[in-house]
C-alpha cells in the first residue's frame, strides 16, 4: 500500500521526522529559512498531510493549492495564529498544535528574561566587554528587586500559571488578568484585577496571551501611560499583542523602565529597527520554547497529530474538535 503524502515545511526534530518518515512519503524542506511563498504552495500540491511551522501561512489559498485530498494540518506550535482555523473547519480539516510540552520551557524563558532585564545582565556583560569594568562600586549598574515586587500576568492560561508558579518562589505579589474566572484553588496565590488595575500596579508585567483579534494591540500607548515609570514589559506571547511603535515611543521617552521580547512583528526584527538602539530593551529571536527536551516534544506531538490524521484518527491535540462533528 503506497504511504500518504507529506510536505513538512523545515527539518524538524529526529524524534519527530523519524517518525513522519516511518509512516509516510516524506517531502521535506531542506533550508534554514522557511520555503517562499510560492514554493510552499507548489509544494502543497496534491500531499495528504501538512507539517507546517509558526513561520508559514495556511490560509484559504494554500488549502487550495493542496488539493482535496488534504487531510490535515499540524502546526509544530502552541499557537496558531499563523493558520486560518475557519478556513480549515470549512473543509473538515483538522488541525494541530503542540501545547502543555512546552509550557515549563516557555514559563522559564519569560522568567529569565524578567529576571535578565531588572538586574541588567545584558548590559552588565556589554560593560565587562567594553572594558568599562574598573572596580567595584556602590552604584555601578544598579537594577529592580524582584522578590517582594508585583508581578501582573496578562492571560492566565498554562504559561502565566507556569509563571505564576515561578513567581511564588520569589513571594511576588501575583495579579492575573484573563478573560475567564481564576479558579477557587488557585485565589490564595494570585489575585484577578482588571487590565487597568493591573497595568497601574504592577512592577513587572508578563504576556501570555494568544494572538487573536482581540488582543491585536492589546498594550498600546493608552496602557503603556498606566504603568508606572519603573515598570518592566515582558513578551514572550506574540510580537503583534504589543503596538512596537507604542512601545518604542515610551521607552525611548523612559515611560516605562525596560522591557524584554522574545517576540516582535515583524519577526526577524530588521536590523535597522529603532528598536534596536535602546538600552533599556532586550530582544531574543523568538527561543522561549528553544530547550532541547521542548524541541524534541514539539516535533514528536507535530508527527503524532500529522499521522493521527492521515490515518482519520481524532488528532492527540486539535484546535478545532467541531471538525468531528
Ligand atoms: C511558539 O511560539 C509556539 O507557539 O509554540
Not at 209 to 220: D, V
Request: charged share 25%; hydrophobic share 45%.
Amino acid at each position: 500500500m503506497s504511504k500518504p503524502k507529506v510536505f513538512v515545511t523545515r527539518i524538524i526534530r529526529d524524534q519527530g521526522l523519524d517518525l513522519v518518515k516511518d509512516f509516510c512519503e516524506v517531502d521535506l524542506w531542506p533550508d534554514e529559512l522557511p520555503p517562499p511563498r510560492p514554493a510552499l504552495l507548489e509544494r502543497a500540491r496534491g500531499v495528504d498531510g501538512l507539517l507546517t511551522l509558526l513561520t508559514d501561512r495556511v490560509d484559504d489559498e494554500l488549502l487550495d493549492a493542496a488539493g482535496a485530498q488534504l487531510k490535515v494540518v499540524s502546526n509544530h506550535a502552541v499557537g496558531v495564529d499563523n493558520v486560518d482555523i475557519a478556513a480549515c473547519t470549512r473543509r473538515g480539516i483538522p488541525v494541530g498544535n503542540t501545547p502543555g510540552i512546552l509550557t515549563d520551557a516557555t514559563a522559564d524563558f519569560a522568567f529569565a528574561l524578567l529576571l535578565a532585564a531588572a538586574r541588567r545582565v545584558v548590559e552588565a556583560d556589554a560593560y565587562v566587554r567594553q572594558g568599562r569594568w574598573k572596580t567595584w562600586g556602590p552604584s555601578i549598574l544598579l537594577g529592580a528587586d524582584v522578590a517582594g515586587a508585583t508581578l501582573g500576568i496578562i492571560g492566565y492560561g498554562r504559561i502565566g500559571r507556569a509563571v505564576a508558579q515561578r513567581a511564588a518562589g520569589f513571594n511576588m505579589r501575583i495579579l492575573v488578568n484573563d478573560p475567564n474566572p481564576i479558579p477557587e484553588a488557585e485565589q490564595n496565590r494570585v489575585q484577578a484585577v482588571d487590565l487597568d488595575a493591573l497595568l497601574r500596579q504592577s512592577d513587572f508585567i508578563s504576556l501570555h496571551t494568544p494572538l487573536t483579534p482581540e488582543t491585536r494591540g492589546l498594550i498600546g500607548a493608552d496602557e503603556l501611560a498606566k504603568m508606572k515609570p519603573s515598570a518592566i514589559l515582558i513578551n514572550t506571547a506574540r510580537g503583534p499583542v504589543v503596538d512596537q511603535q507604542a512601545l518604542y515611543e515610551a521607552l525611548k521617552a523612559r515611560r516605562i523602565a525596560a522591557a524584554a521580547l522574545d517576540v516582535t512583528d515583524p519577526e526577524p526584527l530588521p536590523l535597522d529597527s529603532p528598536l534596536l538602539a535602546l538600552d533599556n530593551l532586550m530582544i531574543a529571536p523568538h527561543i522561549a520554547s528553544a530547550s532541547y527536551a521542548s524541541r524534541d516534544r514539539m516535533a514528536y506531538l507535530a508527527a503524532q497529530n500529522l499521522i493521527a490524521g492521515l490515518k482519520g484518527e481524532r488528532l492527540p491535540h486539535c484546535v478545532n474538535p467541531e471538525v468531528y462533528g
